[in-house]
Structures are given as C-alpha cells and as structure tokens.
C-alpha cells in the first residue's frame, strides 16, 4: 500500500514536540522497513528544514533534510503545471492555504485515498481520508 505523509509526521518526529513524536517514529520506522511506500511532495522537505531550522538551527535543520532524503520506500514528488493547476482549484474549492493545497494536489494526481497527517485543515478536504498520527500507527500495527 502507498499512504501520503504531509509534513506533520516528519517535524513531529524531527522535533520530539509531544507525545505524538513516538507514533510518528513507529510510522516512519514502519514504512523503512517495507511495511508500506510512503508518499510526499518535495514541499515536506522545505517545510520540515524550515521548521527544524526555527526550533533547533541549521545544523540540525541540515541534518533532519539529509535524514529525510535519505529514507527508504519513501517517493518525494515535484510538482507539475498541472499539481499547480490541482493547487489552485483546492485552494478555491477547499480553501486550503497553498501549502497545503499542495499536499492535496500531489495526493490526488497520485491516486492516493489516505493521507497522515496532523493538521486539522484537511478535514475540510473531501475524497481523501485522512489519519491522525495515533490511528495511522493502530491501522498499521505499530502503536
């Protein structure tokens, strides 16, 4: 099975910011060892050294981007005039900032059903279901 991860799993993991940080590490654990293909848009590497450059410097922002490159069975997407153009309509249609228009967009050009994520503006998004961290680890068998 392939699953969309959305940033939210790799900063919860990169960061150790609360209780969530052990479900992120069994997912992420879980797809490196070949239990499922994780999927992402090159947006999550941005976001994710963004985020750990804030919290915890460059050093360890560099560091979280060579680790996240460097996962196993995880497919980084770029995206496309027409992932732009799929953007734009979630923006309009969902009302999703761009970013996470963005997710969505690569998500559905992929053929991708499910989605992990955190972030609680995806619940406005209809045709994907989406999985906290907690469920995404209990579906898997990893909690």
Same mark, same amino acid.
């Given at each position: 099975m *392939?699953?969309? &991860? $959305? /940033? /939210?799993v790799f900063t919860y993991l990169a960061l150790n910011m609360d209780e969530r940080w052990h479900? @992120? #590490?069994a997912i992420i654990k879980a +797809?490196? $060892? !070949? @239990?499922f293909v994780g999927v992402t848009? =090159? %947006?999550?590497? !941005?976001e994710l050294v963004f985020l750990v450059l804030k919290y915890k410097g460059r050093e360890a922002a560099m560091e979280a981007g060579r680790n996240f490159l460097m996962m196993a069975n995880l497919e980084i997407v770029g995206a496309t005039r027409? /992932? #732009?153009n799929l953007t734009i309509e979630a923006m309009k249609q969902i009302k999703l900032m761009p970013r996470d228009a963005v997710h969505y967009a690569v998500a559905n050009e *992929? !053929? &991708?059903?499910e +989605? %992990?994520? $955190?972030d609680r503006d995806f619940n406005r998004a209809k045709g994907i279901r989406k999985y906290t961290l907690? #469920? =995404? #680890? $209990?579906?898997?068998g990893r909690n």
């Amino acid at each position: 099975m *392939r699953y969309y &991860l $959305e /940033t /939210t799993v790799f900063t919860y993991l990169a960061l150790n910011m609360d209780e969530r940080w052990h479900h @992120a #590490a069994a997912i992420i654990k879980a +797809m490196q $060892e !070949g @239990a499922f293909v994780g999927v992402t848009s =090159f %947006v999550t590497f !941005g976001e994710l050294v963004f985020l750990v450059l804030k919290y915890k410097g460059r050093e360890a922002a560099m560091e979280a981007g060579r680790n996240f490159l460097m996962m196993a069975n995880l497919e980084i997407v770029g995206a496309t005039r027409d /992932t #732009a153009n799929l953007t734009i309509e979630a923006m309009k249609q969902i009302k999703l900032m761009p970013r996470d228009a963005v997710h969505y967009a690569v998500a559905n050009e *992929r !053929g &991708l059903a499910e +989605m %992990v994520t $955190e972030d609680r503006d995806f619940n406005r998004a209809k045709g994907i279901r989406k999985y906290t961290l907690k #469920a =995404f #680890a $209990e579906k898997i068998g990893r909690n």
